[in-house]
């Protein structure tokens, strides 16, 4: 029961948080069609906004309040120069989607790069909310629960907007049908580059709450998420975000399944993903929860 | 009369260059210049793995990430049977061996997956380096309790030979297919490959074996380079900067033409070597993804098509004024 | 014996039924035109013959060899080839590549370079078109594209060929040529199935009709027995 709790509970704990960050590579790459590989690095980025900032006694949670909104301008300026001119430039969308995924690597390189030299490849970390809480035998830190609750709720808030909001209704014409929603009046360029801002903005928030619980670090952090967001996009469906809502849920129970098994380990959780995509791509390549 | 020597002046520079250049490289090395064997061991490697590349994802359009997965058998080929301590076979068959491995590793591959659509490709390959690299990491550390190899370290001299001999190849071979109507089918399938299954194309056969092929020239040079770097491991072996840098050499140099690839990989494993040795070592990577990102911007049919390009101009402006 | 001939042939996307039951045939010598409104399912059987798609049941056979369910490039060797709606051409090869492409892979006989560039260049003095040999066919207007994509299904050597829309898109000059060049591959000893909305083209051109519509066979006949046909007015023609 205990182990059974440790796994369910624990993947779930942090299964909310690849939720969130694979909700933004799925506006990222649904709708604004970048297979964004610098993801990871924009939750690296937020996590390291958040160490800094708490080092003078701020609290870490009240840091998303500036992580969010600073990574969405930097997403959003990032699309309307760089990806914004690829799209224009690109005859077909197959050749955008490949040039994009070519640049998002070597803004991958810039994002990494920029971190290390201000920050150093050594792991940092902070103490915060480190008291356990005892669930049924099953022992968790304080911080993964309020971690999760946010990741959560800040999920669902925002697919709300989605689902409601002007602005929403825009993203979703822009992901059934960029060209036809362009024609319908809506500005397609600020659009889909207000998609890729908002992703920008749910990894770094994602980095924000992942940086109060873990250990993080410049260099090798940010890949394994982007690994873990393709996933589960793929999983969901593509441009599905309650489809990457539980997908993310799935892989974080799969993932911290695969931890506990004694003789595969954590190094294999990351594997043990790509086994789930490589199958979803042969079987079921619209993801489980596509149409 | 006049097309005589057209012909000359063409068959001059598609068989007379290289061959003086091939005969450079062959000769050089006697002159003892040491640092120039280094620079130019890193150079026959990316003009390999850049041509190699090009020969499949530069005609067709699918943009394999790949290559580090194919390298980095070749690597661990070396690892295995041309160890440090222990048995070990000639240099050559573990050169065969790992471009084998590598041939049939990307047939089966290619077959399963070449069915994907463009992205999908892309992502399946990029995941393929990391799985590789995990598993690797996962076994050498929970099964043997070690990390990394030891490879028998070869002369400088011999790993520029060798590389030398398999880039030729690479080049013949991607000369050779590029002119045959495998070329053309491989074109057809870049621009439409419904149409070119309707014209009688065997697309799924003509992918797969392509794919094959660029892969084993891959693995062949991760067997050589391992023996010059003869510590291996899986972060070494399949780094993901192995797939992506000869897919920016190929777009830098433009993969139009074989010169694009060749060009773009000596240009930018000299910047490399300038950068990785001088003060400028930890901006490499910065300045790298920069020049990445600008070459995707501003370069998009390279810098052989921006010479193509201005020629012409040049050409049409003298016609214009005689 | 047919040439070729469908039985039966079902095909259907989620719950939409595109082709439904169809049996059709044509005989050698052949010119046999596909009518219906749009939607009709003409060119999802032209998927079908083509192997773009496999039915869902029923067999196609050709010269009394079933081929239902082989690949697109076998089915091109075996001599039956096709043109698309919408120009399917290899923008950036040369006219004369696009030609020579098929000449090289589709032929059975498995001609050499030099055969094919020879019998690629027959091709395009065949469709008017050997002046434009050496530029990229993205540079050419859509009614000589259109002449690309015959020459190139004819460089299969086909015994059969299916014209998806030809005439579509073309002025009156353009229809006029191209119902010339029908004739024209039908002399050469080729049998031909086109999909055709112009009806001038079609009931001059084709020896019988076969009239789609939501993916059933509801006509068949001559053009003069189609053109009277009651139900054909109601459903298509009367519109």
């Given amino acids: ?291 | 009369m006049d097309l005589n020597r057209i012909n000359w002046k063409k068959a001059f520079i598609t068989a007379g260059i290289p061959l003086i250049i091939l005969a450079v490289l062959v000769f050089f090395p006697m002159y003892g210049w040491d640092y120039g064997v280094t620079l130019f061991t890193h150079f026959l490697m990316f003009v390999i793995l850049s041509v190699a590349w090009t020969i499949f994802s530069g005609t067709t359009g699918y943009i394999s990430l790949a290559t580090a997965a194919f390298f980095g058998i070749g690597i661990y080929a070396s690892a295995l049977l041309y160890p440090a301590a222990g048995d070990r076979y000639p240099l050559y068959v573990v050169v065969l061996i790992g471009g084998a491995v590598s041939f049939v590793l990307a047939f089966i591959v290619g077959a399963i997956t070449l069915r994907l659509k463009g992205i999908y490709f892309a992502m399946f390959t990029f995941g393929l380096v990391l799985l590789f690299k995990e598993i690797i990491y996962w076994y050498e550390i929970t099964v043997e309790g070690r990390r990394g190899r030891l490879v028998a370290l070869e002369a400088n001299d011999t790993v520029y030979y060798y590389l030398l001999v398999i880039m030729a190849l690479t080049i013949l071979v991607a000369y050779l297919i590029k002119r045959s109507k495998y070329g053309l089918a491989l074109q057809s399938i870049g621009e439409n490959e419904e149409a070119a299954a309707h014209m009688g194309v065997n697309i799924t056969m003509v992918k797969v074996l392509t794919y094959a092929v660029s892969a084993a020239f891959m693995g062949a040079v991760g067997v050589v380079m391992a023996t010059k770097w003869t510590y291996v491991d899986p972060g070494v072996a399949f780094s993901p900067m192995m797939s992506f840098s000869p897919v920016l050499m190929a777009i830098f140099g433009g993969f139009g033409s074989i010169y694009g690839p060749v060009i773009g990989a000596v240009i930018f494993s000299y910047i490399e070597e300038i950068l990785k040795t001088g003060d400028w070592s930890k901006y490499y990577m910065l300045i790298f993804g920069s020049i990445l990102v600008a070459t995707i911007l501003f370069l998009p049919s390279g810098l052989v098509g921006l010479i193509q390009n201005v020629w012409r101009r040049v050409m049409e402006r003298r016609r214009a004024s005689a | 014996m047919h040439l070729l001939e469908g039985n039966k042939l079902t095909i259907n996307f989620g719950g939409l039924t595109a082709v439904s039951e169809v049996d059709f045939y044509v005989d050698k010598g052949e010119i046999l035109g596909l009518i219906g409104p749009n939607g009709a399912g003409k060119t999802t059987l032209f998927n079908l013959i083509s192997a773009t798609l496999t039915p869902k049941s029923g067999t196609i056979t050709f010269k009394g060899r079933n081929i239902t369910g082989i690949k697109p490039y076998q089915i091109c060797r075996l001599g039956i080839s096709r043109t698309f709606q919408t120009v399917k051409i290899f923008g950036n090869m040369t006219v004369l590549d696009n030609v020579r492409l098929a000449a090289l892979f589709g032929d059975c006989k498995k001609p050499s370079e030099a055969e094919a560039t020879k019998a690629a260049m027959g091709l395009l003095e065949f469709v008017g078109l050997v002046g434009s040999a050496g530029i990229p066919a993205r540079g050419l207007t859509l009614a000589n594209q259109k002449r690309i994509e015959v020459a190139r299904a004819l460089a299969a050597q086909p015994e059969l060929v299916l014209l998806d829309e030809l005439m579509a898109g073309l002025n009156q000059t353009e229809i006029i040529e191209a119902m010339d060049l029908v004739r024209k591959i039908r002399d050469r000893g080729v049998t031909i199935i086109m999909i055709e909305h112009v009806m001038k083209a079609i009931m001059n051109v084709c020896d019988r009709i076969i009239v789609l519509n939501y993916g059933k066979k509801i006509a068949e006949g001559t053009p003069q027995e189609i053109a009277n046909s009651k139900i054909v007015v109601e459903v298509y023609l009367g519109e």
Wanted: one cysteine or more; proline letters at 3%; aromatic letters at 12%.
């Fill in chain 1, 1 to 291: 029961m205990e182990l059974f709790l440790n796994i369910v509970l624990g993947g779930l704990l942090i299964g909310g948080i690849y939720s969130l960050v694979s909700m933004g590579l799925s506006l990222q790459y649904g709708v604004a069609r970048v297979l964004n590989i610098a993801h990871g690095e924009f939750l690296m980025f937020g996590a390291f906004i958040t160490f800094w900032i708490q080092q003078n006694n701020v609290d870490p949670l009240l840091t998303i309040l500036i992580v969010g909104p600073a990574l969405f301008i930097a997403g959003f300026i990032l699309y309307r120069t760089v990806f914004t001119t690829i799209r224009l430039k690109s005859p077909n969308p197959g050749v955008f989607e490949s040039n994009s995924l070519l640049a998002a690597f070597g803004i991958y390189l810039i994002v990494q790069n920029i971190a290390v030299s201000i920050w150093g490849t050594v792991p940092h970390s902070f103490s915060y909310l480190g008291s356990a809480v005892n669930i049924s035998g099953a022992l968790f830190q304080e911080n993964r629960l309020v971690a999760a609750a946010f990741a959560v709720v800040i999920g669902i808030l925002f697919y709300i907007f989605i689902a409601r909001s002007r602005t929403g209704k825009a993203i979703r014409a822009a992901a059934q049908d960029a060209s036809t929603a362009a024609l319908m009046g809506v500005n397609i360029n600020n659009t889909l580059a207000l998609c890729f801002g908002f992703g920008a903005a749910m990894a770094g928030i994602a980095g924000s709450l992942i940086s109060i619980c873990y250990p993080i670090q410049t260099n090798v952090m940010g890949l394994g998420y982007t690994v873990i967001a393709i996933v589960v996009v793929t999983l969901g469906g593509l441009g599905s975000i309650p489809g990457s809502f539980i997908g993310g849920l799935i892989l974080g129970v799969v993932g911290t399944a695969v931890a506990y098994t004694k003789w595969l380990g954590s190094d294999l959780a990351v594997a043990s993903y790509y086994v789930i995509f490589i199958l979803l791509l042969l079987l079921r390549p619209k993801g489980i929860f596509g149409k």
